[in-house]
């Protein structure tokens, strides 16, 4: 790493001093690599700027899934929550971030019943009642990225359906706990 001074300007471009911004969390990143810990790179380490830029681009990305929360029904098609994650993403200056990505066609990921994860909106995809879908939104602003999925249950669903969707939520819920400084990203797939 870089030597820098207590008084100069911090390396992470916040205008603040050294002293007064990162150099609390590198003194002790490297106490943790002394002691054999694998820390975070400084290019891992986010400036206050950058979290705003994620934060910002994350509210974009959850209004778009409540938009399609709101709308979601028996009778539509993946094609129109693909045309409504596009429509909506655009009209809040972002982009959808599959659109385009290694040729995917389409602006988000609806993955119906038995298909686990990145299935690709189709006209021939009709939602009925007792079925339940995942809709995987990934959202560009200010060339920030945020993601985020939800489960719908489409009306009445059976027993089954019901208890696999409300376990992988409370599984989810048991990682998101293990989310804290200095944790790993692995303790929360552990968890
Ligand atoms: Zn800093």
Redesign the pocket.
């Known amino acids: 790493m870089q030597k820098i001074g207590r008084n100069d300007s ?3 471009g ?1 205008g ?1 001093k ?1 002293k007064d ?2 150099m609390e969390l590198e003194e002790k990143l490297t106490r943790f690599r002394r002691q054999g810990a694998i820390v975070p790179t400084r290019a891992l380490l986010k ?1 206050s700027e950058q979290i705003r830029g994620i934060k910002e681009s994350a509210r974009i990305n959850v209004a778009v899934l409540d938009y399609v929360a709101a709308h979601i029904g028996p009778g539509i098609t993946t094609a129109q929550i693909d045309l409504w994650v596009y429509e909506q993403t655009t009209r809040l200056g972002g982009i959808p971030a599959p659109l385009g990505y290694n040729g995917f066609p389409r602006s988000v990921c609806t993955s119906v019943n038995d298909q686990v994860c990145h299935g690709i909106p189709s006209e021939n995809d009709i939602l009925k009642e007792g079925d339940i879908i995942n809709i995987d939104v990934s959202t560009i602003y200010n060339g920030y990225f945020s993601d985020s999925s939800r489960m719908f249950c489409i009306g009445a669903v059976s027993p089954e359906k019901k208890r696999l969707v409300d376990t992988a939520k409370q599984c989810l819920e048991i990682g998101l706990t293990e989310v804290r400084p200095w944790g790993f990203l692995g303790d929360m797939g552990q968890a």
Do not use: F, G, L, P
């Open positions: 911090c390396w992470c916040s603040k050294y911004c990162h400036t």
